[in-house]
């Protein structure tokens, strides 16, 4: 889903949640890890998941948004000004 070049990140991330909420969610609270006695349990399963799910998806944007193409760049830049070394 993030290969999809004619998708706007907000799509991609949209059909991303969307997958995860139908797949990792019900997982969360089937896998016995997390108590599922009252709805006060099933409302921290749900925090939690949002919590850790915008704590990855923002990491992911610095590094892959913002340093990878910042580095990218540089590099670039520095290709033609570099001298090969010579022996």
């Known amino acids: 889903m ?3 070049e004619r998708w706007t ?3 991609q991330t949209m ?3 969307a997958v995860m909420i139908g797949t990792v969610l019900p ?3 089937l896998s016995g890890w997390y108590p599922t ?3 006060a349990d099933y409302s921290a399963i749900v925090g939690m998941f949002l919590l850790v799910g915008l704590g990855l998806w923002t990491a ?3 590094v892959f948004g913002v340093l990878v193409p ?3 760049a540089r590099s670039t ?3 033609g000004t570099r001298q090969e070394p010579t022996f």
Do not use: K
């Open 2 to 4: 993030y290969d999809v």
């Open 9 to 11: 990140l907000a799509r």
């Open 15 to 17: 059909v991303h949640f």
């Open 27 to 29: 997982l969360l609270f």
């Open 37 to 39: 006695r009252t709805a």
């Open 60 to 62: 992911a944007f610095v």
């Open 70 to 72: 910042r580095f990218q």
């Open 77 to 79: 830049r520095d290709v």
